[in-house]
């Protein structure tokens, strides 16, 4: 059974929206979570690690203020599409590991549709 | 930056048939993932790979991790209409404590 789940599945909303997504860790407890943004036809790609009880660490180019993340629990890490554009519309899919030595278990993924 | 070959970018075959798709880096992983990811859905893991050499199976899949750490293959036997779907491999870079993945293999199977 699933061990990440992730909500919403599908956001549709106008421009300027703030959208979150919520990504849980059914029966783990995580310190660290991930969150990856997916073009149609592409590879998964990292935006941020989400660390417990910390600050988010960002990739080269992800606008942290555009993206906020909040790790608040051990089995919920949030994150918020600020001002969103029809640009920022896109699949985004949250993982996350028991420790580093764990494979990453992603959840089902958000269609996020910017209109 | 570390980045992954995957090849190839897709397969169209007939039921039946059996699946090879494999993945090289430049650098060298301490663990290799394979995963598939059906449309609109999250990938989902189908085998891990932790040491060189290993050679694991998940039911009609295979994967190996290479001797080199920098390669590994999957081998889908006996290929299925459910078999549908992207591959992506993934390895673990121990230094960032990131999941670097490959490019995908989209695999179509005609009944």
């Known amino acids: 059974g699933a061990v990440v789940s992730q909500h919403p599945s599908r956001v549709i909303c106008k421009s300027g929206t703030s959208v979150k997504i919520e990504c849980r860790s059914l029966?783990?407890?995580?310190?660290?979570m991930f969150w990856y943004r997916q073009f149609p036809k592409q590879s998964l790609m990292l935006m941020a690690t989400?660390?417990?009880?910390?600050?988010?660490?960002?990739e080269q180019g992800v606008e942290k203020d555009k993206f906020l993340i909040n790790h608040a629990s051990l089995t919920l890490s949030t994150l918020t599409v600020t001002s969103a554009h029809p640009e920022d519309s896109s699949f985004y899919i949250c993982?996350?590991?028991?420790?580093?030595?764990?494979?990453?278990?992603f959840g089902d993924g958000t269609r996020l549709s910017i209109l | 930056g570390q980045q992954l070959n995957q090849s190839p970018q897709s397969m169209f075959i007939q039921e039946g048939e059996d699946v090879s798709m494999n993945c090289t880096s430049s650098?060298?992983?301490?663990?290799w993932l394979w995963y598939k990811q059906d449309p609109g859905e999250g990938p989902v893991l189908l085998i891990a790979?932790?040491?060189?050499?290993e050679l694991t199976s998940n039911g009609r899949l295979t994967a190996q991790f290479g001797i080199t750490r920098k390669d590994s293959f999957l081998n889908i036997s006996a290929s299925i209409p459910s078999d549908v779907g992207i591959y992506f491999c993934?390895?673990?870079?121990?230094?960032?404590?990131?999941?670097?993945f490959g490019q995908g293999t989209t695999l179509q199977v005609k009944p």
């Open positions: 993982s996350a590991y028991l420790n580093s030595n764990q494979p990453q278990h």
């Open positions: 029966d783990f407890q995580a310190t660290t």
């Open positions: 989400s660390n417990e009880g910390s600050k988010a660490t960002y």
């Open positions: 650098s060298i992983f301490n663990t």
């Open positions: 790979l932790y040491k060189a050499g």
């Open positions: 993934a390895g673990f870079a121990p230094d960032t404590g990131k999941l670097i």
